[in-house]
Protein backbone atom coordinates (compact mmCIF):
# COMPACT_ATOMS: atom_id res chain seq x y z
CA UNK A 1 0.00 0.00 0.00
CA UNK A 2 1.26 3.24 -0.70
CA UNK A 3 0.46 4.31 3.01
CA UNK A 4 3.19 1.88 3.73
CA UNK A 5 6.24 3.42 2.28
CA UNK A 6 8.35 5.94 3.88
CA UNK A 7 7.10 9.57 4.13
CA UNK A 8 8.55 12.22 1.91
CA UNK A 9 11.22 10.49 -0.27
CA UNK A 10 9.01 10.38 -3.62
CA UNK A 11 7.93 6.89 -4.42
CA UNK A 12 4.17 7.55 -2.93
CA UNK A 13 3.76 9.99 -5.91
CA UNK A 14 6.20 7.99 -8.42
CA UNK A 15 3.98 4.93 -7.82
CA UNK A 16 0.78 6.56 -9.61
CA UNK A 17 2.11 6.44 -13.08
CA UNK A 18 3.62 4.12 -15.54
CA UNK A 19 5.40 6.14 -17.13
CA UNK A 20 7.44 9.95 -16.00
CA UNK A 21 5.35 12.88 -15.68
CA UNK A 22 5.73 15.17 -18.66
CA UNK A 23 5.40 18.62 -19.79
CA UNK A 24 2.91 19.43 -22.61
CA UNK A 25 4.47 19.97 -26.11
CA UNK A 26 5.41 24.00 -25.54
CA UNK A 27 5.78 25.92 -22.95
CA UNK A 28 4.35 29.11 -22.88
CA UNK A 29 4.69 31.07 -19.14
CA UNK A 30 8.20 31.67 -17.29
CA UNK A 31 7.93 32.35 -14.10
CA UNK A 32 10.52 33.78 -12.28
CA UNK A 33 11.50 33.60 -7.97
CA UNK A 34 13.06 36.97 -8.59
CA UNK A 35 14.18 36.54 -4.94
CA UNK A 36 13.49 35.40 -1.02
CA UNK A 37 13.49 38.66 1.01
CA UNK A 38 10.16 39.44 2.21
CA UNK A 39 8.57 42.11 4.53
CA UNK A 40 7.08 39.17 6.06
CA UNK A 41 7.91 35.74 7.59
CA UNK A 42 4.28 33.65 6.82
CA UNK A 43 4.37 30.49 8.61
CA UNK A 44 3.29 28.45 5.41
CA UNK A 45 5.64 30.06 3.26
CA UNK A 46 7.53 27.78 1.04
CA UNK A 47 10.29 29.50 0.33
CA UNK A 48 10.93 30.39 3.85
CA UNK A 49 11.22 34.27 2.67
CA UNK A 50 11.85 36.81 5.25
CA UNK A 51 13.37 40.60 5.90
CA UNK A 52 16.72 38.55 7.06
CA UNK A 53 16.52 36.90 3.12
CA UNK A 54 19.50 39.57 2.27
CA UNK A 55 22.40 37.11 1.47
CA UNK A 56 23.81 37.12 -1.82
CA UNK A 57 23.05 34.32 -3.90
CA UNK A 58 19.40 34.75 -2.32
CA UNK A 59 17.60 37.43 -4.59
CA UNK A 60 18.77 38.05 -8.31
CA UNK A 61 21.37 40.41 -9.32
CA UNK A 62 21.06 42.90 -12.24
CA UNK A 63 23.35 40.76 -14.86
CA UNK A 64 21.20 37.92 -14.18
CA UNK A 65 18.14 39.78 -14.63
CA UNK A 66 19.48 41.23 -18.10
CA UNK A 67 20.34 37.54 -19.20
CA UNK A 68 16.51 36.20 -18.14
CA UNK A 69 14.78 39.11 -19.62
CA UNK A 70 17.16 38.88 -22.86
CA UNK A 71 16.20 35.40 -23.16
CA UNK A 72 12.36 36.03 -22.61
CA UNK A 73 12.41 38.82 -25.46
CA UNK A 74 14.18 36.04 -27.84
CA UNK A 75 11.93 33.26 -27.04
CA UNK A 76 8.77 32.94 -29.73
CA UNK A 77 5.54 31.20 -28.14
CA UNK A 78 6.04 32.41 -24.77
CA UNK A 79 3.45 34.96 -23.55
CA UNK A 80 3.15 34.75 -20.09
CA UNK A 81 5.64 35.95 -17.39
CA UNK A 82 4.71 35.14 -13.83
CA UNK A 83 7.30 37.04 -10.98
CA UNK A 84 7.19 35.27 -7.82
CA UNK A 85 9.57 35.82 -4.42
CA UNK A 86 9.25 36.94 -1.48
CA UNK A 87 7.83 40.30 -2.32
CA UNK A 88 8.76 40.65 -5.70
CA UNK A 89 8.82 44.36 -5.61
CA UNK A 90 11.71 44.92 -3.07
CA UNK A 91 14.00 43.54 -6.05
CA UNK A 92 15.65 46.74 -6.53
CA UNK A 93 15.77 45.09 -10.85
CA UNK A 94 11.54 44.87 -10.36
CA UNK A 95 10.51 47.81 -12.51
CA UNK A 96 12.75 47.79 -15.76
CA UNK A 97 12.40 44.04 -16.13
CA UNK A 98 8.69 44.61 -15.50
CA UNK A 99 8.45 47.56 -18.11
CA UNK A 100 11.35 45.50 -20.52
CA UNK A 101 8.24 42.42 -20.13
CA UNK A 102 5.41 44.94 -21.41
CA UNK A 103 7.55 46.59 -23.41
CA UNK A 104 7.48 43.45 -25.76
CA UNK A 105 3.97 42.59 -25.83
CA UNK A 106 4.00 39.81 -22.59
CA UNK A 107 1.54 39.44 -20.13
CA UNK A 108 3.06 39.79 -16.50
CA UNK A 109 1.44 38.46 -13.13
CA UNK A 110 3.10 40.13 -10.06
CA UNK A 111 2.23 37.90 -7.27
CA UNK A 112 1.92 40.45 -4.86
CA UNK A 113 1.93 40.86 -1.08
CA UNK A 114 -0.79 43.61 -0.46
CA UNK A 115 0.91 44.66 2.89
CA UNK A 116 3.90 46.05 1.04
CA UNK A 117 2.36 48.80 -0.23
CA UNK A 118 2.51 50.35 3.28
CA UNK A 119 6.11 48.76 4.16
CA UNK A 120 9.04 51.04 5.09
CA UNK A 121 12.10 48.83 4.52
CA UNK A 122 13.71 49.22 8.17
CA UNK A 123 17.65 49.01 6.17
CA UNK A 124 17.05 51.52 3.13
CA UNK A 125 13.94 53.32 4.20
CA UNK A 126 12.66 52.74 0.98
CA UNK A 127 8.67 52.83 0.73
CA UNK A 128 7.06 51.16 -1.77
CA UNK A 129 4.06 53.29 -2.01
CA UNK A 130 4.57 53.69 -5.76
CA UNK A 131 3.55 49.94 -6.59
CA UNK A 132 -0.41 50.11 -7.22
CA UNK A 133 -0.26 52.99 -10.00
CA UNK A 134 3.40 51.19 -11.51
CA UNK A 135 1.49 48.07 -12.00
CA UNK A 136 -1.90 50.27 -13.10
CA UNK A 137 0.36 52.04 -15.95
CA UNK A 138 1.99 48.59 -17.08
CA UNK A 139 -1.09 46.56 -17.10
CA UNK A 140 0.11 43.70 -14.89
CA UNK A 141 -2.47 41.31 -13.65
CA UNK A 142 -2.25 41.39 -9.32
CA UNK A 143 -2.02 38.16 -7.82
CA UNK A 144 -2.75 39.02 -4.19
CA UNK A 145 -2.17 36.96 -1.17
CA UNK A 146 -5.12 37.22 1.40
CA UNK A 147 -5.65 33.78 3.25
CA UNK A 148 -8.96 34.73 4.51
CA UNK A 149 -11.41 37.45 5.34
CA UNK A 150 -11.09 36.87 8.70
CA UNK A 151 -8.59 39.15 10.73
CA UNK A 152 -7.72 36.01 13.33
CA UNK A 153 -7.35 33.77 10.68
CA UNK A 154 -4.52 36.62 8.17
CA UNK A 155 -2.65 37.73 12.16
CA UNK A 156 -2.25 34.13 12.68
CA UNK A 157 -0.59 33.18 9.86
CA UNK A 158 0.84 36.06 8.58
CA UNK A 159 1.75 37.93 11.59
CA UNK A 160 0.22 40.71 13.99
CA UNK A 161 -1.23 43.70 11.86
CA UNK A 162 -1.58 41.85 8.25
CA UNK A 163 -5.00 41.99 8.38
CA UNK A 164 -5.30 45.89 8.37
CA UNK A 165 -2.09 46.52 6.21
CA UNK A 166 -3.89 43.72 3.72
CA UNK A 167 -6.93 45.43 3.45
CA UNK A 168 -5.46 48.91 3.08
CA UNK A 169 -2.88 47.46 0.40
CA UNK A 170 -6.04 46.02 -1.62
CA UNK A 171 -8.30 49.44 -1.01
CA UNK A 172 -5.09 51.09 -3.07
CA UNK A 173 -5.11 48.68 -5.77
CA UNK A 174 -8.99 49.41 -5.94
CA UNK A 175 -8.01 53.26 -6.48
CA UNK A 176 -6.09 52.82 -9.28
CA UNK A 177 -8.59 50.78 -10.86
CA UNK A 178 -7.68 47.02 -10.07
CA UNK A 179 -10.55 45.21 -9.88
CA UNK A 180 -12.97 47.49 -11.53
CA UNK A 181 -11.71 48.47 -14.78
CA UNK A 182 -11.39 45.44 -17.97
CA UNK A 183 -7.73 45.16 -18.45
CA UNK A 184 -6.64 45.82 -14.32
CA UNK A 185 -7.06 41.96 -12.81
CA UNK A 186 -7.00 41.77 -8.91
CA UNK A 187 -7.08 38.05 -8.01
CA UNK A 188 -6.89 37.26 -4.84
CA UNK A 189 -5.17 33.94 -3.21
CA UNK A 190 -6.67 31.82 -0.29
CA UNK A 191 -4.39 29.49 1.16
CA UNK A 192 -5.87 27.36 4.46
CA UNK A 193 -4.72 28.04 7.88
CA UNK A 194 -4.75 24.52 9.65
CA UNK A 195 -3.75 20.69 8.01
CA UNK A 196 -7.05 20.34 6.21
CA UNK A 197 -7.32 20.97 2.08
CA UNK A 198 -8.72 24.53 0.64
CA UNK A 199 -13.47 24.54 0.93
CA UNK A 200 -14.78 24.28 -2.66
CA UNK A 201 -13.26 27.55 -4.72
CA UNK A 202 -16.30 29.01 -6.18
CA UNK A 203 -18.36 28.87 -2.63
CA UNK A 204 -15.23 30.35 -0.92
CA UNK A 205 -15.33 33.05 -3.29
CA UNK A 206 -18.81 34.39 -3.17
CA UNK A 207 -17.66 34.65 0.74
CA UNK A 208 -14.89 36.63 0.03
CA UNK A 209 -16.91 38.86 -2.06
CA UNK A 210 -19.67 39.86 -0.12
CA UNK A 211 -17.74 39.98 3.07
CA UNK A 212 -14.65 42.01 2.06
CA UNK A 213 -17.22 44.25 -0.28
CA UNK A 214 -19.34 44.70 2.99
CA UNK A 215 -17.07 45.49 5.48
CA UNK A 216 -14.53 47.57 3.64
CA UNK A 217 -15.75 47.99 -0.22
CA UNK A 218 -13.09 45.97 -1.57
CA UNK A 219 -13.37 44.22 -5.00
CA UNK A 220 -11.48 42.39 -7.08
CA UNK A 221 -12.01 39.54 -9.86
CA UNK A 222 -11.41 35.89 -8.62
CA UNK A 223 -10.41 34.23 -5.79
CA UNK A 224 -7.88 30.72 -6.64
CA UNK A 225 -7.56 28.61 -3.53
CA UNK A 226 -3.83 26.78 -3.15
CA UNK A 227 -3.22 24.02 -0.97
CA UNK A 228 0.16 24.39 1.34
CA UNK A 229 2.69 22.37 0.45
CA UNK A 230 4.47 19.65 2.89
CA UNK A 231 7.92 21.24 2.61
CA UNK A 232 10.00 23.70 4.18
CA UNK A 233 8.47 26.23 6.98
CA UNK A 234 5.31 24.57 6.60
CA UNK A 235 6.38 21.03 6.96
CA UNK A 236 8.50 22.21 9.89
CA UNK A 237 5.63 23.25 11.68
CA UNK A 238 3.71 20.06 10.76
CA UNK A 239 6.17 17.84 12.02
CA UNK A 240 6.77 20.31 15.16
CA UNK A 241 3.07 19.62 16.13
CA UNK A 242 2.84 15.89 15.31
CA UNK A 243 0.61 16.69 12.49
CA UNK A 244 2.58 15.68 9.34
CA UNK A 245 1.69 12.16 8.66
CA UNK A 246 -1.66 13.71 8.74
CA UNK A 247 -1.42 15.93 6.50
CA UNK A 248 0.05 13.54 4.15
CA UNK A 249 -2.90 10.87 4.26
CA UNK A 250 -5.12 13.65 4.06
CA UNK A 251 -3.56 14.55 0.91
CA UNK A 252 -2.76 11.66 -0.60
CA UNK A 253 -6.38 9.68 0.04
CA UNK A 254 -8.25 13.10 -1.88
CA UNK A 255 -5.31 12.40 -4.78
CA UNK A 256 -7.08 12.98 -8.51
CA UNK A 257 -5.50 12.20 -11.50
CA UNK A 258 -8.52 14.52 -13.21
CA UNK A 259 -6.07 17.12 -12.29
CA UNK A 260 -2.72 15.92 -13.98
CA UNK A 261 -3.21 17.36 -17.14
CA UNK A 262 -3.64 21.10 -16.00
CA UNK A 263 -0.72 20.80 -13.31
CA UNK A 264 1.03 23.88 -13.82
CA UNK A 265 4.39 22.02 -14.22
CA UNK A 266 3.59 20.81 -17.08
CA UNK A 267 2.78 24.07 -18.99
CA UNK A 268 5.52 26.42 -17.34
CA UNK A 269 9.17 26.53 -16.42
CA UNK A 270 10.69 28.28 -13.40
CA UNK A 271 13.67 29.59 -12.38
CA UNK A 272 15.53 30.60 -9.24
CA UNK A 273 16.75 33.73 -7.99
CA UNK A 274 20.10 32.86 -10.06
CA UNK A 275 18.42 31.80 -13.22
CA UNK A 276 18.51 27.95 -12.68
CA UNK A 277 15.97 25.65 -14.20
CA UNK A 278 13.06 24.34 -12.29
CA UNK A 279 9.74 22.60 -12.99
CA UNK A 280 8.20 24.51 -10.17
CA UNK A 281 8.47 26.98 -7.17
CA UNK A 282 7.97 24.21 -5.08
CA UNK A 283 11.01 22.09 -6.61
CA UNK A 284 13.06 24.65 -6.40
CA UNK A 285 12.41 25.59 -2.64
CA UNK A 286 13.76 21.85 -2.10
CA UNK A 287 15.93 21.84 -4.55
CA UNK A 288 14.85 19.80 -7.07
CA UNK A 289 16.13 19.84 -10.39
CA UNK A 290 14.53 19.02 -13.42
CA UNK A 291 15.63 15.90 -14.84
CA UNK A 292 17.88 16.06 -17.98
CA UNK A 293 18.21 19.83 -17.42
CA UNK A 294 20.31 18.98 -14.19
CA UNK A 295 21.55 22.21 -12.84
CA UNK A 296 21.59 23.95 -16.30
CA UNK A 297 20.56 27.93 -16.15
CA UNK A 298 17.95 29.55 -17.85
CA UNK A 299 19.89 31.13 -20.78
CA UNK A 300 21.54 27.96 -21.46
CA UNK A 301 18.37 26.06 -23.32
CA UNK A 302 15.84 27.41 -25.99
CA UNK A 303 12.04 27.24 -24.83
CA UNK A 304 11.95 24.43 -27.67
CA UNK A 305 14.43 22.61 -25.80
CA UNK A 306 11.59 22.91 -22.55
CA UNK A 307 8.60 21.10 -23.96
CA UNK A 308 7.82 17.39 -23.71
CA UNK A 309 10.12 17.07 -20.81
CA UNK A 310 10.69 14.73 -17.53
CA UNK A 311 9.22 16.59 -14.15
CA UNK A 312 10.93 15.78 -11.16
CA UNK A 313 8.03 14.52 -8.96
CA UNK A 314 8.15 13.88 -4.87
CA UNK A 315 5.84 13.58 -2.37
CA UNK A 316 4.91 17.32 -2.05
CA UNK A 317 2.97 16.42 -5.35
CA UNK A 318 0.30 15.23 -3.89
CA UNK A 319 -0.57 18.55 -2.92
CA UNK A 320 -1.19 20.19 -6.14
CA UNK A 321 -3.48 16.62 -6.93
CA UNK A 322 -5.68 16.45 -4.22
CA UNK A 323 -9.53 17.15 -4.40
CA UNK A 324 -9.44 19.84 -7.07
CA UNK A 325 -5.73 20.28 -7.34
CA UNK A 326 -3.76 23.20 -7.07
CA UNK A 327 -2.07 25.26 -8.89
CA UNK A 328 -0.57 28.80 -9.93
CA UNK A 329 -3.98 29.61 -10.94
CA UNK A 330 -5.75 28.07 -7.79
CA UNK A 331 -8.32 25.07 -7.85
CA UNK A 332 -7.38 22.84 -11.20
CA UNK A 333 -10.77 21.60 -11.69
CA UNK A 334 -13.87 23.99 -10.88
Known amino acids: MLLDLPILDGTRFRARFETELRSASSITTL???????????????????????TRPGENMDEPTARLVVEWALAQPGLATVDITGGSPEMNPNFRWMVEAFRDHGLHVVDRFNPTIIHHA????GERYD????????????????????????????????????????????????????????????????????PPA??????????????????????LWTIANM?????????????????????????Y???????????HQINIG??????????????????????????WEVTVADLGDRIIATDDHCYGCTAGCGSSCGGAIIR
Open 31 to 53: QINIGYVCNLACNHCHVESSPAR
Open 273 to 298: PDGRLYDCDFNQAIGLPAPRLGSRFL
Open 201 to 222: QETLADEYHRELEARFGIVFNE
Open 121 to 124: DART
Open 256 to 266: NPETIDQLMCR
Open 230 to 254: PIKRWRHQLERDGLLEGYMTTLIDA
Open 130 to 197: WIPAFLAAQGVEVVASMPCYRQENVDRQRGRGAYDASVEGLRALNQVGYGTEHDLRLNLVYNPVGPHL
